[in-house]
Nanobody, 117 residues
Framework: QVQLVESGGGLVQPGGSLRLSCAAS????????VGWYRQILGKEREWVAS????????SYADSVKGRFTISTDNAKNTLYLQMNSLKLEDTAVYYC??????????WGQGTLVTVSS
């Protein structure tokens, strides 16, 4: 069973930065894609960013493009999300996600990011 463990959430002021990490229990190269989603209280979970670990091809939601950067350290089996210029509306629980070539899907437990002055 694949396990994904997020860390790095916390409280930050508007305009600040945070880096989220997601440690996978297996080789990150075994996944077709890995990515980040977020869920604001009372709303549906939304996609934030994805990366193909083998090619490092990335994609971003329009709401975070230019502010967030997704990356992997394949040697450490870790996914990152560097979040800069954070806004109040970025406050959410952030979830790590992975999808395999056989379309199996795994989720982390989530890490809370709160942007507040």
């Amino acid at each position: 069973q694949v396990q994904l463990v997020e860390s790095g959430g916390g409280l930050v002021q508007p305009g600040g930065s945070l880096r989220l990490s997601c440690a996978a229990s297996t080789s990150i190269l075994s996944f077709l894609t890995v990515g980040w989603y977020r869920q604001i209280l009372g709303k549906e979970r939304e996609w934030v960013a994805s990366i193909y670990p083998d090619s490092s091809t990335t994609s971003y939601a329009d709401s975070v493009k230019g502010r967030f950067t997704i990356s992997t350290d394949n040697a450490k089996n870790t996914l990152y999300l560097q979040m800069n210029s954070l806004k109040l509306e970025d406050t959410a629980v952030y979830y790590c996600n992975s999808r395999t070539w056989s379309r199996d899907e795994y989720w982390g437990q989530g890490t809370l990011v709160t942007v507040s002055s």
